[in-house]
């Protein structure tokens, strides 16, 4: 069975940094697509950053130049630098994987192109 386990995440002034981790078993980092997603209560899950197996990373326009994701395949790890963070960043965050050998493609937009998820780790910024 695949797991995904968020840690890193919590409470932090506008203007901070935080790093989420999420450690995957069961999954072959090599050959999969991974992301960052997060949600607040009320709204749809929204696709943040995403990584091909080969590095190439991908972000939506709001985080751009704050976020940055990165994985350690030995390690079977992946992470989200957090920095500049704003209130509006403020939401329950989730590590996803699409089965493996598949591209993201359209993962961020469409976040049911993800078939494994973490249970998340809560980021707050005030």
């Known amino acids: 069975d695949v797991q995904l386990v968020e840690s890193g995440g919590g409470s932090v002034q506008a203007g901070g940094s935080l790093r989420l981790s999420c450690v995957a078993s069961?999954?072959?980092?090599?050959?999969?697509?991974m992301g960052w997603f997060r949600q607040t209560p009320g709204k749809e899950r929204e696709g943040v950053a995403s990584?091909?197996?080969?590095?190439?990373?991908t972000y939506i326009d709001s985080v751009k130049g704050r976020f940055t994701i990165s994985k350690d395949n030995l390690a079977r790890a992946l992470y989200l630098q957090m920095d500049a963070l704003k209130p509006d960043d403020t939401a329950m965050y989730y590590c996803?994987?699409?089965?493996?050998?598949?591209?993201?493609?359209?993962?961020?937009?469409?976040?049911?192109?993800?078939?494994?998820w973490g249970q998340g780790t809560q980021v707050t910024v005030s």
């Open positions: 069961g999954y072959t980092m090599v050959s999969g697509c």
């Open positions: 996803a994987a699409r089965v493996t050998g598949l591209p993201c493609e359209d993962v961020l937009t469409d976040p049911v192109r993800a078939r494994y």
């Open positions: 990584i091909e197996k080969d590095g190439t990373a």
